[in-house]
T-cell receptor, first 121, second 116 residues
């Protein structure tokens, strides 16, 4: 079964509008982490935001916020005030396991299939 | 901030040759690095976990003898694609995390391998 599901292969948004990119996940581990990365055409992976399974508050980083609904197992990324430079591929990813990360071996990520976002004028 | 340097960014080689890709953590020690592979317009697939001073852990379906991983120091991991074939053409990207910093996983800029 898919551990990370991104159902939107492509999304369009107008400049300055907000957009939500969907991500659902599946895990039986009570301790996990959820990540969002941006991959522009150059190929580099740019870290955007992180949400831990025990975090009480939804994560925010500037224009990025994560709508974390634990019971529904969803971790949607919200980008506010879209800019042309936001056009890129966006990946949701999950790390399972809690304490392992301390030893450095725990950040093994499973990625979703990605959503191609295009910001239009 | 922490940086992971990956080299080369692009390589074209003949079928049957071997290609080495380097991944360096520039200002932190990375006891663990990860190697991913990405086909065009697809997701990243984890190939192996590279552990400093020990053997790499390969994911199911990844040929150990084909994709040799060496993590000789706390700042360097290498992936060697041996006897490359056209089907090995792909985007390879490494990542590393700082011990104890759970939310940060730093990626290299990737290597586009084209095997003719």
């Amino acid at each position: 079964a898919q551990k990370i599901t991104q159902t939107q292969p492509g999304m369009f948004v107008q400049e300055k509008e907000a957009v939500t990119l969907d991500c659902t996940y599946d895990t039986s581990d009570p301790s996990y982490g959820l990540f969002w990365y941006k991959q522009p055409s150059s190929g580099e992976m740019i870290f955007l935001i992180y949400q831990g399974s025990y975090d009480q508050q939804n994560a925010t980083e500037g224009r990025y916020s994560l709508n974390f609904q634990k019971a529904r197992k969803s971790a949607n990324l919200v980008i506010s005030a879209s800019q042309l430079g936001d056009s890129a591929m966006y990946f949701c990813a999950m790390r399972e396991g809690g304490g392992i990360w301390i030893t450095g071996g725990g950040n093994k990520l499973t990625f979703g299939t990605g959503t191609q976002l295009k910001v239009e004028l | 901030g922490a940086v992971v340097s990956q080299h080369p960014s692009r390589v074209i080689c003949k079928s049957g040759t071997s290609v080495k890709i380097e991944c360096r953590s520039l200002d932190f020690q990375a006891t663990t690095m990860f190697w991913y592979r990405q086909f065009p317009k697809q997701s990243l697939m984890l190939m192996a976990t590279s552990n400093e001073g020990s053997k790499a852990t390969y994911e199911q379906g990844v040929e150990k003898d084909k994709f040799l991983i060496n993590h000789a120091s706390l700042t360097l991991s290498t992936l060697t694609v041996t006897s490359a074939h056209p089907e090995d053409s792909s985007f390879y990207i490494c990542s590393a995390n700082i011990r104890g910093v759970r939310e940060k996983l730093f990626f290299g800029s990737g290597t586009q391998l084209s095997v003719l």
